[in-house]
């Protein structure tokens, strides 16, 4: 099982980006896809999951209206739409894989490596 998350990089204010998370090794029909991140000095926190299944979108108030979560269940890929970026969503960006949608990184059971993800002018 392996999850990858790529697209990260520096943005103006207002940007946009695109994050994709590649995962090998098991179906989207199984697992809830998540994208969290962790800026400096802050804990980890979830940005919106997509749920197994229907792949139900959720999203953390903070970026709610500016972010889009969606999957391909055939390239067996999720994707992280980010828009109107602000300098407070500079951050590393996990995604990550569980058993069910949670808003907690401890109910995770894998994860991939980050990409970094910076907001400045």
């Known amino acids: 099982v392996q999850l990858q998350a790529s697209g990260g990089g520096l943005v103006q204010p207002g940007g946009s980006l695109r994050l994709s998370c590649t995962i090998s090794?098991?179906?989207?029909?199984?697992?809830?896809i998540e994208w969290f991140r962790q800026a400096p000095g802050k804990e980890r926190e979830a940005v919106s999951c997509?749920?197994?299944?229907?792949?139900?979108?959720q999203y953390a108030e903070s970026v709610k209206g500016r972010f889009t979560i969606s999957r391909d269940n055939v390239k067996n890929m999720v994707y992280l739409e980010m828009n109107s970026l602000e300098p407070e969503d500079t951050a590393v960006y996990y995604c990550a894989a569980g058993y069910s949608s949670s808003w907690s990184a401890a109910d995770m059971n894998y994860w991939g490596k980050g990409t970094q993800v910076t907001v400045s002018s």
């Open positions: 090794g098991f179906s989207l029909n199984y697992y809830a």
């Open positions: 997509v749920g197994k299944y229907r792949g139900d979108a």
